[in-house]
């Protein structure tokens, strides 16, 4: 999670995902890796009330990707997913970009008046040192774990009857 400075036009940003190749880097993400974090994302959702969804994408896409960056590509998602849109303002995007060995977390308005951006920051660079160990799934799996143990923190919910607001599927986008 980077401060809110406008991203710089970078001619290497888009370089590098013209040159990405998916299939020597998202190997990792089988159909069983992606329903093992589908699951993780629905334990990270009990017992409170907000929203996780994860989204990992290969590389920002071409066309956009020498004047946006990943933090913005997030907040789009964040926008296009519409994970704003639950009942106490709690949904949080988790956004791995493989090409640019980033991870960005955008919580909403509800969470983030509980939540230093710190607090989010530091989980990024944990997992991110666990991707760059080569151990992605697992990263990811305690990073969602973390995330909805911050959920539970504040909005502890012994049953929820409204039910999940937004779909536990990890989103991939190649």
Not at 94 to 105: A, D, F, G, T
Not at 140 to 165: M, T
Request: proline share 3%; charged share 25%.
């Amino acid at each position: 999670m980077s401060e809110n400075n406008a991203p710089k036009a970078s001619f290497a940003r888009w370089w590098r995902q013209v040159l990405f190749v998916p299939l020597l880097h998202s190997k990792w993400l089988t159909a069983e890796a992606k329903a093992r974090l589908t699951d993780e994302v629905t334990s990270a959702e009990r017992g409170h009330r907000g929203e996780v969804f994860l989204i990992i994408e290969n590389h920002l896409p071409t066309q956009d990707a020498y004047h946006i960056d990943c933090r913005e590509r997030a907040v789009d998602l964040f926008s296009e997913y519409r994970v704003w849109d639950t009942e106490e303002n709690t949904g949080v995007l988790v956004y791995v970009n493989i090409c640019e060995h980033q991870l960005e977390i955008v919580a909403d308005r509800g969470i983030s008046a509980h939540v230093s951006p710190t607090v989010w920051r530091a989980m990024c660079e944990k997992a991110v040192s666990g991707i760059a160990n080569k151990n992605t799934e697992e990263s990811l799996a305690e990073l969602l774990d973390e995330v909805g143990q911050v959920l539970r923190q504040y909005y502890h919910l012994e049953n929820n009857p409204a039910g999940n607001e937004l779909s536990d599927t990890v989103v991939f986008l190649k």
